[in-house]
């Protein structure tokens, strides 16, 4: 079955400690992975993809194909952080299934 | 970037009618268009699939007859909601890839129709 799994609904951090938000599939082919954010108020937005190996506003992702999972990291959150994450994963053509989300909330 | 507008931002109806929602590629021609459906504190589930000029393909689970969507243009696709009913009452979002001018493949997302049915 093809399935995202974000188990943390809500992620509360200080503003300047690292940051974590797990992401796990479940996928039989190879897969495409994602990740979405969304602040306050609007749209989903695309923060980066696997297979760009990028590093946008300081957040990475690293595949792990033996662990299946995708977790998104920042070494030092910042309070414009605060938002809504959703991991993604791209099958066949365009067809993406997201998981449940995580909310970030980063204190001051 | 490439923007994705939808309308209505928002709509109210009586139980029974009918709601259309649009959804615009402003400044890009979008060869698919998706359609998703996200209940509160939920995620985005698909919906349906659509490419211009063709029949939509509907995920499981989805009415073909109620959802109703057509994309017409390469700019354009509607989504009605056909004899709405509370249940029915959802945020509704599009997306759209195709011929962007930054990528080919990056689905841009639309801030959203919030319909409720009473």
């Known amino acids: 079955a093809q399935r995202v799994t974000q188990p943390e609904k809500l992620l509360s951090v200080f503003k300047g400690a690292p940051v974590e938000l797990k992401c796990n599939y479940s996928?039989?082919?190879?897969?495409?992975l994602f990740w979405y954010v969304q602040y306050s108020r609007q749209r989903l937005q695309l923060l980066l993809r696997h297979i760009s190996r990028e590093s946008i506003k300081g957040f990475t992702a690293d595949l792990n194909k033996g662990e299946t999972s995708f977790h998104l990291k920042k070494p030092f959150a910042q309070e414009e952080d605060s938002a809504m994450y959703y991991c993604?994963?791209?099958?066949?053509?365009?067809?993406?299934?997201f998981g449940a989300g995580t909310r970030l909330f980063v204190k001051a | 970037g490439a923007v994705v507008s939808q309308h209505p931002s928002w709509v109210i109806c009586k139980s029974g009618t009918s709601v259309k929602i649009e959804c615009r590629s402003l400044?890009?021609?979008?060869?698919?268009m998706f359609w998703y459906r996200q209940f509160p504190k939920q995620s985005l589930m698909l919906m349906a699939t659509?490419?211009?000029?063709?029949?939509?393909?509907?995920e499981q689970g989805v009415e073909k007859d109620k959802f109703l969507i057509n994309h017409a243009s390469l700019t354009l696709s509607t989504l009605t909601v056909t004899s709405a009913h509370p249940e029915d009452s959802s945020f509704y979002i599009c997306?759209?890839?195709?011929?962007?001018?930054?990528?080919?493949?990056?689905?841009?997302f639309g801030p959203g129709t919030r319909l409720t049915v009473l």
């Open positions: 993604a994963l791209r099958t066949g053509g365009f067809k993406t299934i």
């Open positions: 996928y039989s082919g190879s897969p495409e």
């Open positions: 997306s759209a890839s195709g011929l962007a001018h930054t990528s080919t493949d990056t689905q841009y």
């Open positions: 659509s490419n211009e000029g063709s029949k939509a393909t509907y």
């Open positions: 400044d890009f021609q979008a060869t698919t």
